[in-house]
């Protein structure tokens, strides 16, 4: 079966914005909350400890990179 896909400007994706940042950093931060609860409660569910610890970490560096270039874009403004 052939598709017919014809490319239109909707198609094209826009630039990143702060706000896209924000959204990113936010949601980057509630992940990293909900996986701290379940660490607090040594809850791990079907993830080992090391896994989650390790997961954890990441999420707070890869949001530390996010908000770098959030800040260096113009802080809060």
């Known amino acids: 079966m052939a ?3 014809e490319k239109t400007n909707n198609d094209v994706p826009s630039l ?3 706000q896209d940042l ?3 950093i936010y949601a980057l ?3 990293f909350n909900s996986f701290l609860v379940m660490y607090e409660n ?3 569910e079907e993830m080992p400890k090391e896994e989650l610890e390790m997961t954890m ?3 707070r560096e890869t949001f530390n990179k996010f908000n770098v270039i959030m800040e260096s874009t113009g802080g809060d403004k």
């Open 57 to 59: 970490n990441k999420l």
């Open 16 to 18: 990143l914005t702060r």
């Open 42 to 44: 040594e809850s791990y």
């Open 3 to 5: 598709y017919n896909v």
């Open 29 to 31: 931060a509630e992940v």
């Open 22 to 24: 924000a959204i990113a």
